[in-house]
């Protein structure tokens, strides 16, 4: 009984000790009470200009970024997802930011309980801002990261075909020259140096090497906005360097290579010598459709440009498919045909529509037009019974497609959801061998607005190298909606059908796929490419860009 009162005593004790604690934190103030957590920031190196020298930790980082702080417009391209982006290289009152005023800006995000991601261009520990903004960050509390990009200092000489060091030289130095007093006598030996801020005193750093001993014979590389496709290098000597960069029209951003390793970049020039180097390439295609054509262009040194020409929207009478996919769960086809991807995407939404999923093609064979096609499909969990072995198209899949059998073909009808626009021959065939065909709209293709002024301007005067032609339609909607190409523009199509129609509209074919992929079609423009720079150099002429290169006429007459 004793017990029984002590442990009542004791929980008394206890809830009234509760009791007191809560009237306490109740009384005190909210700021008191709550302490906003610090962020985390994440110093990040972009490398020197290339996007795809991004290491793996820092895309990451950019998909788990709060905020993102850059004083480079150019990388905000970097940033895929619907984030705060800072301006970290002017203030409010659009002046430019100083060092210590730019760590306060971390900070104060930072503060606010945000993933911080800084990106800082190069190595953000190597000539960069980085150890002044961390130090900041150190000092108020915030913990941070640094993520090392690819220094400009090592990169840039590496894209102009210059290593820093061989079996002769293994030693280099970095001098950051800029506004800095630089002892030339200091740097007389053989060492390679790496120049860094020399443009605008180059002349001063030549004269100062001669001086201190080095051979006025001296080869020199300077190299502008190195990694781009813009990059442009200047090969030289110390004696010759301040006239030759002047005559280039050099600017800044620029890193300068002093040494004999110079001499190497005839053997190991690969960047700037890529068959289609700094050509601006039209593709009338939406970013979606072109990523992997965009890439295959890059490994070949061409900036793409995208310019949509067709609109996709959804049939203006929906009730043909919404007849053809309630035939479909109920078994009244044996084969669904798809002609393109966009067919592949109407399908998958009509189901989604209907609460469908793969599930409903059971039983059914499906077709395919091409590999992209197919893969489109593949997305769905399906794989296609039928592809074309030879030609990618309406014709190769009929080349494939078996006749109606009555005994083998439980059923002899066919759904096939395609453009509005889409020719009747695939229908035609398909009916030759005995099949029935439900030839259904699933989508319609309008002509696209217009772009934007500048890219009329751009296709018109001639400042594309290149238009790749994917589709007959292509062809008459760009032509309709932004002119036709320049006459030095290099014309390259998918196909004879495309190829016809780009004649017919007064263009001039240059380059012709062998079968018709976007893939393949950037490597005959490559091809092509090497081929003309291989002219040029057999002539003894510079290696200049179509945009750069007008011929008399080009177009047809």
Same mark, same amino acid.
């Given at each position: 009984?004793?017990?029984?009162?002590?442990?009542?005593?004791?929980?008394?004790?206890?809830?009234?000790?509760?009791?007191?604690?809560?009237?306490?934190?109740?009384?005190?103030?909210?700021?008191?009470?709550?302490?906003?957590?610090?962020?985390?920031?994440?110093?990040?190196?972009?490398?020197?200009?290339?996007?795809?020298?991004?290491?793996?930790?820092?895309?990451?980082?950019?998909?788990?970024?709060?905020?993102?702080?850059?004083?480079?417009?150019?990388?905000?391209?970097?940033?895929?997802?619907?984030?705060?982006?800072?301006?970290?290289?002017?203030?409010?009152?659009?002046?430019?930011?100083?060092?210590?005023?730019?760590?306060?800006?971390?900070?104060?995000?930072?503060?606010?309980?945000?993933?911080?991601?800084?990106?800082?261009?190069?190595?953000?520990?190597?000539?960069?801002?980085?150890?002044?903004?961390?130090?900041?960050?150190?000092?108020?509390?915030?913990?941070?990261?640094?993520?090392?990009?690819?220094?400009?200092?090592?990169?840039?000489?590496?894209?102009?075909?210059?290593?820093?060091?061989?079996?002769?030289?293994?030693?280099?130095?970095?001098?950051?020259?800029?506004?800095?007093?630089?002892?030339?006598?200091?740097?007389?030996?053989?060492?390679?140096?790496?120049?860094?801020?020399?443009?605008?005193?180059?002349?001063?750093?030549?004269?100062?090497?001669?001086?201190?001993?080095?051979?006025?014979?001296?080869?020199?590389?300077?190299?502008?906005?190195?990694?781009?496709?813009?990059?442009?290098?200047?090969?030289?000597?110390?004696?010759?360097?301040?006239?030759?960069?002047?005559?280039?029209?050099?600017?800044?951003?620029?890193?300068?290579?002093?040494?004999?390793?110079?001499?190497?970049?005839?053997?190991?020039?690969?960047?700037?010598?890529?068959?289609?180097?700094?050509? #601006? /390439?039209?593709? $009338? !295609?939406?970013?979606?459709?072109?990523?992997? =054509?965009? @890439?295959? %262009?890059?490994?070949? +040194?061409?900036?793409?440009?995208?310019?949509?020409?067709?609109?996709?929207?959804?049939?203006?009478?929906?009730?043909?498919?919404?007849?053809?996919?309630?035939?479909?769960?109920?078994?009244?086809?044996?084969?669904?045909?798809?002609?393109?991807?966009?067919?592949?995407?109407?399908?998958?939404?009509?189901?989604?529509?209907?609460?469908?999923?793969?599930?409903?093609?059971?039983?059914?064979?499906?077709?395919?037009?091409?590999?992209?096609?197919?893969?489109?499909?593949?997305?769905?969990?399906?794989?296609?019974?039928?592809?074309?072995?030879?030609?990618?198209?309406?014709?190769?899949?009929?080349?494939?497609?078996?006749?109606?059998?009555?005994?083998?073909?439980?059923?002899? #009808? /066919?759904?096939? $959801? !395609?453009?509005?626009?889409?020719?009747?021959? =695939?229908? @035609?065939? %398909?009916?030759?061998? +005995?099949?029935?065909?439900?030839?259904?709209?699933?989508?319609?293709?309008?002509?696209?607005?217009?772009?934007?002024?500048?890219?009329?301007?751009?296709?018109?005067?001639?400042?594309?190298?290149?238009?790749?032609?994917?589709?007959?339609?292509?062809?008459?909607?760009?032509?309709?909606?932004?002119?036709?190409?320049?006459?030095?523009?290099?014309?390259?199509?998918?196909?004879?059908?495309?190829?016809?129609?780009?004649?017919?509209?007064?263009?001039?074919?240059?380059?012709?796929?062998?079968?018709?992929?976007?893939?393949?079609?950037?490597?005959?423009?490559?091809?092509?490419?090497?081929?003309?720079?291989?002219?040029?150099?057999?002539?003894?002429?510079?290696?200049?860009?179509?945009?750069?290169?007008?011929?008399?006429?080009?177009?047809?007459?």
């Amino acid at each position: 009984m004793t017990t029984t009162r002590q442990t009542r005593k004791k929980n008394t004790v206890t809830v009234q000790t509760v009791e007191q604690d809560a009237a306490a934190v109740a009384a005190t103030p909210a700021k008191a009470r709550r302490k906003a957590p610090l962020g985390h920031v994440s110093f990040v190196g972009t490398g020197p200009g290339d996007a795809s020298l991004l290491t793996v930790r820092a895309a990451e980082l950019l998909q788990q970024a709060d905020v993102v702080i850059t004083e480079q417009p150019e990388q905000v391209a970097l940033v895929t997802r619907d984030v705060e982006i800072v301006d970290g290289g002017a203030g409010e009152d659009g002046q430019p930011l100083t060092h210590a005023a730019r760590a306060r800006l971390v900070v104060k995000h930072a503060k606010t309980g945000a993933h911080v991601v800084r990106l800082i261009s190069g190595d953000p520990f190597t000539y960069a801002t980085g150890p002044e903004e961390a130090a900041a960050c150190a000092k108020a509390g915030i913990t941070f990261e640094v993520v090392p990009g690819v220094s400009s200092v090592s990169a840039v000489p590496a894209y102009a075909g210059v290593p820093l060091t061989n079996r002769q030289h293994r030693e280099y130095r970095v001098v950051s020259v800029g506004d800095a007093s630089i002892d030339w006598a200091e740097l007389a030996g053989d060492d390679t140096l790496v120049l860094l801020s020399a443009v605008k005193r180059i002349a001063e750093a030549a004269a100062g090497l001669i001086e201190a001993g080095r051979s006025p014979e001296t080869p020199v590389a300077m190299t502008r906005v190195g990694t781009t496709t813009e990059q442009t290098t200047v090969v030289s000597t110390l004696a010759e360097i301040a006239s030759d960069a002047e005559a280039a029209g050099m600017t800044s951003p620029a890193i300068t290579v002093v040494g004999q390793v110079v001499t190497m970049r005839e053997a190991l020039s690969w960047f700037e010598t890529k068959p289609l180097y700094g050509w #601006r /390439v039209l593709v $009338p !295609r939406t970013k979606e459709q072109s990523a992997g =054509l965009a @890439a295959r %262009l890059r490994s070949y +040194g061409a900036v793409s440009e995208e310019v949509p020409t067709i609109s996709v929207e959804p049939p203006r009478n929906p009730q043909q498919m919404d007849k053809a996919v309630r035939g479909l769960v109920e078994g009244r086809y044996e084969w669904v045909a798809f002609t393109s991807v966009n067919a592949v995407k109407a399908v998958r939404e009509k189901f989604d529509e209907y609460g469908l999923d793969a599930r409903a093609f059971s039983g059914l064979k499906i077709a395919a037009v091409g590999d992209k096609t197919a893969e489109a499909i593949a997305t769905w969990g399906i794989r296609a019974d039928l592809v074309p072995s030879g030609e990618q198209s309406a014709a190769g899949l009929l080349e494939d497609w078996p006749p109606y059998d009555e005994l083998l073909d439980p059923i002899n #009808r /066919v759904f096939l $959801p !395609r453009a509005d626009i889409a020719t009747e021959n =695939l229908v @035609a065939g %398909l009916v030759e061998l +005995g099949w029935e065909v439900d030839d259904v709209t699933a989508y319609r293709t309008v002509r696209a607005a217009p772009p934007p002024a500048p890219t009329r301007e751009a296709i018109k005067t001639g400042k594309f190298d290149a238009v790749l032609f994917t589709s007959s339609s292509t062809v008459r909607n760009l032509v309709g909606i932004a002119g036709k190409p320049h006459a030095s523009t290099i014309i390259a199509c998918i196909g004879p059908a495309t190829a016809k129609t780009a004649e017919e509209h007064g263009l001039r074919v240059d380059v012709l796929a062998e079968t018709p992929s976007v893939e393949v079609l950037a490597d005959a423009l490559a091809e092509f490419g090497a081929a003309r720079r291989l002219t040029f150099l057999e002539a003894g002429e510079p290696v200049l860009k179509p945009s750069q290169k007008r011929p008399s006429s080009r177009r047809k007459a």
